[in-house]
């Protein structure tokens, strides 16, 4: 999955990490590394990420749309199968009408009612009253395929689907994890931003007494304000960022409230997954992108195959009871009281009805031709899915060793960070460097404190990545679990 199919809400945390200043001011490197262990190290207790995943799997709504859809098509499937069953009519009728009738021809329609019975030759209003009760049962013996297409139609139609839900599932796992990821750098990041605020003030302290004994120019001093002041603005930004990634976290959570300060997998800040990109070759078909791709070929298929056996003639067999009651006379006599609320004359039919839609041809051609179409649509897209996961499993491929390369040399210039800092201290203090010189130090150091933090981070999100392009996220958890 790329990351332009995840919300633009779960990356802007991600993004503001990115752009993060390089001048998060702290006193010493390794000051602030004890003090981020402190703050947001390994625990035994809070939020984990495999919670956070088990949570979107189980409660996001996208997963309940999915599933919702899933059980339509289930019942779809059971509702075109219904087709093979025999229909069944029945119908009870009374009535108070004149009975005039007059002898011709009317074509049909479903405005005027139907007569029945001789021409009397008389036209007046009164009226008596009639009744009637059947029961007609039509059953298709045989239909040339069509309900048997119908059904692999709604068959085909499940089967993507479930492939979808599959997808939507794989795809909100791979964002929540994400989000938890961007909390735990925000985190980070904010408690670099505290510790370079504090220790601007201490800085202040130690160089305002040195002014006062005019041991230090008052220039220091005021350097060191602005610097603190810059500090102050970062930590405003690092703390906007942490409540946003936050707040993207907690719509993952059945119970949002859990998305507390405490975070359990801290400890994936501070080691490299273990699993490499070298694994199993990559078999595009297990990713439910491809299945959904699939299944939507095979159902255009299905539905151009019901379409070419929906021109076929119909043969219903059916059977027919019924009776009939009236209170007119053929003489033209009419009985009296509630003659013909009963029915009374019983008749039977059983017979063979054949129809055949001889013009529908051309529509059924038009149908099948769009339908065609929409197959050819359906397989160069499964081709092209087939194509952007090649491209995207090497592309996550090529991060994920990049991140690891970079994450293996972050250390180094970490090191390399204290090491000055500590000389531009000592420099300062004995009077050989300038305020500047120490500055630069620290802006260095804690530039490479956020660097090696985020590396780690990176090389996590790029095994993500890997493992959802895959279509399974397992290892991934299972690295994180470690």
Do not use: C
């Amino acid at each position: 999955m790329t990351n332009s199919q995840i919300p633009r809400a779960l990356r802007s945390p991600r993004s503001f990490l990115r752009a993060l200043p390089l001048f998060l001011l702290v006193s010493h490197s390794s000051i602030l590394r004890a003090q981020a262990v402190d703050a947001v190290g390994p625990t035994t207790s809070g939020l984990s990420l495999l919670t956070v995943v088990q949570d979107a799997e189980r409660d996001y709504p996208l997963i309940h749309v999915t599933e919702a859809e899933l059980n339509a098509s289930i019942a779809n499937i059971q509702l075109s199968r219904t087709a093979y069953l025999p229909r069944v009519d029945g119908i009870a009728q009374f009535n108070r009408a004149t009975r005039n009738n007059v002898f011709g021809a009317l074509l049909p329609q479903s405005t005027l009612p139907s007569m029945s019975g001789p021409v009397i030759g008389s036209n007046n209003g009164g009226s008596v009253w009639g009744s009637a009760t059947g029961l007609l049962i039509s059953w298709q013996p045989f239909d040339f395929g069509l309900r048997h297409a119908n059904v692999q139609s709604a068959i085909a139609a499940r089967d993507r689907a479930d492939a979808t839900a599959k997808r939507t599932q794989i795809e909100v796992a791979t964002a929540a994890a994400d989000a938890y990821l961007t909390v735990l750098v925000a985190m980070r990041a904010k408690t670099a931003a505290q510790a370079a605020v504090g220790n601007w003030e201490t800085l202040r302290v130690s160089v305002h007494a040195l002014t006062s004994a005019e041991l230090r120019p008052g220039a220091d001093e005021s350097r060191i304000e602005a610097e603190k002041a810059a500090a102050k603005t970062q930590l405003a930004l690092a703390d906007e960022a942490m409540e946003t990634s936050k707040a993207t976290l907690a719509k993952f959570l059945i119970k949002p409230e859990t998305a507390a300060p405490e975070m359990a997998s801290t400890h994936l800040l501070e080691q490299l997954p273990a699993v490499t990109e070298d694994g199993l070759p990559f078999q595009p078909s297990a990713n439910p992108i491809m299945a959904e791709q699939k299944a939507s070929v095979a159902q255009s298929a299905a539905q151009l195959h019901s379409i070419e056996k929906s021109w076929v003639p119909q043969f219903n067999l059916e059977g027919a009871a019924y009776a009939r009651g009236t209170g007119a006379e053929t003489n033209g006599q009419r009985l009296s009281g509630a003659n013909g609320l009963a029915p009374n004359v019983g008749d039977y039919a059983v017979g063979v009805n054949i129809t055949f839609p001889f013009m529908d041809f051309a529509s059924v051609h038009a149908r099948s031709a769009s339908q065609a179409s929409s197959l050819k649509a359906a397989e160069a897209n499964e081709q092209l899915a087939g194509r952007e996961l090649q491209e995207q499993f090497a592309q996550a491929k090529a991060v994920l060793r990049t991140s690891r390369a970079i994450a293996e040399n972050t250390p180094v210039a970490l090191s390399a960070a204290q090491t000055t800092l500590a000389q531009a201290n000592a420099r300062y203090k004995a009077g050989l460097s300038s305020i500047d010189e120490v500055a630069q130090a620290q802006r260095l150091g804690v530039q490479a404190e956020i660097d090696d933090s985020i590396a780690r981070l990176n090389v996590w999100r790029a095994l993500l990545h890997l493992q959802a392009v895959r279509g399974d996220l397992q290892p991934f958890l299972q690295a994180a679990s470690r």
